[in-house]
């Protein structure tokens, strides 16, 4: 019951902000335009990119494998999925579960874990670079269009669940 009132008030604070946005100076209808504060505070926050993009990398020489060019094959397609990962990231964000027990005020134990979850399609390949003599760079990127679409499923998942 925790857990559910806890994603439906996270899921409420979001929809909330996104609503209160066109008080923060965004809006026309006063006939006014909005002050350079406002314009400097909200910026950050209503990003104009086009794409987003991430960049995965893996280690040759940590593939499990005899052969050095499967080794370089398994290392390209582990960057390529540390990307995903990384898209993955940007479009839900990161949930993280953090415990620290303390006695007799001192810090006994301070663990922390993230989990990253979600649907990711349409991602463009970039770039496979190696990097050094034993290092593949794989770089991605996502359409805005598509990120809003992830999103939007999302939201229709969350909610159907409820």
């Known amino acids: ?8 008030a996270a899921l409420a604070l979001v929809l909330s902000a996104c609503q209160s946005l066109p008080t923060l100076g965004l809006s026309k209808a006063a006939g006014q335009p909005p002050s350079e504060a ?13 794409t987003v993009t991430a960049t995965g990398y893996a280690v040759i ?19 390529k999925l540390d990307a995903y990962r990384a898209l993955t ?27 990253v979850e979600g649907v990711v399609y349409g991602a463009r390949l970039v770039s496979i670079t190696p990097v050094g003599e034993d290092t593949y760079e794989v770089s991605l990127s996502l359409d805005a269009r598509v990120v809003d679409d992830l999103r939007m499923l999302y939201l229709g998942q969350l909610s159907a669940r409820r």
């Open 1 to 8: 019951m925790l857990k559910r009132l806890t994603s439906t």
């Open 38 to 50: 406002s314009v400097s505070m909200i910026a950050p926050l209503v990003e104009k990119r086009e």
């Open 61 to 79: 020489s940590a593939q499990p494998h005899k052969l050095a060019a499967q080794q370089r094959l398994m290392a390209i397609r582990a960057a």
């Open 89 to 115: 990231e940007q479009v839900y964000g990161q949930y993280v579960d953090a415990n620290t027990t303390v006695a007799d005020m001192v810090v006994m134990n301070d663990s922390m874990r993230t989990k």
